[in-house]
């Protein structure tokens, strides 16, 4: 299994400009989640799907962060306009419902640097 | 919500020496409680879990105890390696929200030679 797959790994932009960042979750996985790590508030869920339906987005900091889940394969986190304070790591990750509890796989991650 | 709380926030130790670190949660309902390892510049991996159903779970040199009535859980490293050296995060989480983890703030261990 390829496990979960980010992209971009790395991306600078500048102020104002918009940000789309992309994840693969596992095959057969049903929840997707999006994580943020920042060293001043650590792992922060920003919003987790299942079935492709938004469950909870009140982690998601305002107005300018939306999140998409079109198909059981595909999502997108999407930041516009971009600000300084949104420079942070952002880690998709996930999982699915079986005996073996709620284990939750991250992908590599998306490294966000907004100048 | 539930509330992680995780000490302490940096640890040092010799190596082959141990290390614990420690973690309270406040929802009695959780029932199972993750930890992961993120060493620099990686994602965050799962090292062991633990159910509400099981007080002890050991994985050669990595065990996490969990007391369900003081609501901690914590892990142990014995004989430590400098490899070892890594952020440590523990979670929490509920059967009623699957994969819904609440995470603790982490530990910096640091393994000396």
């Known amino acids: 299994d390829a496990g979960v797959i980010q992209s971009p790994r790395h991306e600078v932009t500048e102020m104002g400009q918009e940000v789309t960042l992309r994840c693969k979750p596992i095959s057969g996985h049903d929840y997707l989640f999006w994580y943020r790590q920042t060293m001043m508030r650590g792992l922060e869920l920003l919003i987790y799907?299942?079935?492709?339906?938004?469950?909870?987005d009140s982690g998601m900091p305002e107005d300018r962060f939306s999140a998409k889940m079109p198909n059981a394969s595909f999502s997108t986190l999407k930041i516009q306009p971009s600000e300084p304070r949104d420079s942070a790591v952002y880690f998709c990750a996930s999982n699915r419902k079986d005996s073996a509890g709620n284990t939750i796989y991250f992908g590599e991650g998306s490294w966000l640097t907004v100048v | 919500g539930e509330n992680v709380e995780q000490h302490p926030s940096t640890l040092s130790v010799q190596e082959g020496d141990s290390a614990v670190i420690k973690c309270t949660y406040s929802d009695s309902a959780s029932n199972y409680f993750p930890w992961y390892k993120q060493e620099l510049g990686k994602r965050p991996q799962l090292i062991i879990d633990i159910r509400s159903n099981v007080g002890e779970k050991k994985d050669q040199r990595i065990a996490v105890t969990l007391n369900k009535t003081a609501k901690h859980f914590s892990l142990h490293i014995t004989e430590t390696q400098p490899e070892d050296s890594a952020v440590y995060f523990c979670?929490?989480?509920?059967?009623?929200?699957?994969?819904?983890?609440?995470f603790g703030r982490g530990t910096q261990l640091t393994v000396w030679p």
């Open positions: 979670a929490a989480s509920k059967g009623s929200t699957l994969g819904r983890l609440y």
């Open positions: 799907f299942n079935n492709n339906v938004p469950i909870d």
